[in-house]
């Protein structure tokens, strides 16, 4: 995953995408993370939050282990 993140400005997600996955589809490993863009073209929710970023990086790494 790559993120860009500029901490001076509230910042949103726009989208969500994944590379170099073979394993697991886009769709599986989208339903695992809580970092989602926000509803209506991102005016409701889709916050990035560093917290939640961290997270989602350690849930999708123990998932690829426990594969």
């Given at each position: 995953?790559?993120?860009?993140?500029?901490?001076?400005?509230?910042?949103?997600?726009e989208?969500?995408?994944?590379?170099?996955?073979?394993?697991?589809?886009?769709?599986?490993?989208?339903?695992?993370?809580?970092?989602?863009?926000?509803?209506?073209?991102y005016?409701?929710?889709?916050?990035?939050?560093?917290?939640?970023?961290?997270?989602?990086?350690?849930?999708?790494?123990?998932?690829?282990?426990?594969?």
């Open positions: 995953m790559v993120y860009l993140i500029d901490e001076d400005q509230l910042q949103r997600i989208k969500v995408t994944f590379i170099g996955n073979s394993i697991a589809s886009d769709d599986r490993l989208k339903t695992m993370i809580e970092s989602k863009p926000g509803f209506l073209w005016f409701f929710k889709g916050k990035v939050d560093r917290k939640k970023i961290d997270e989602d990086i350690e849930k999708l790494t123990a998932y690829y282990r426990s594969l």
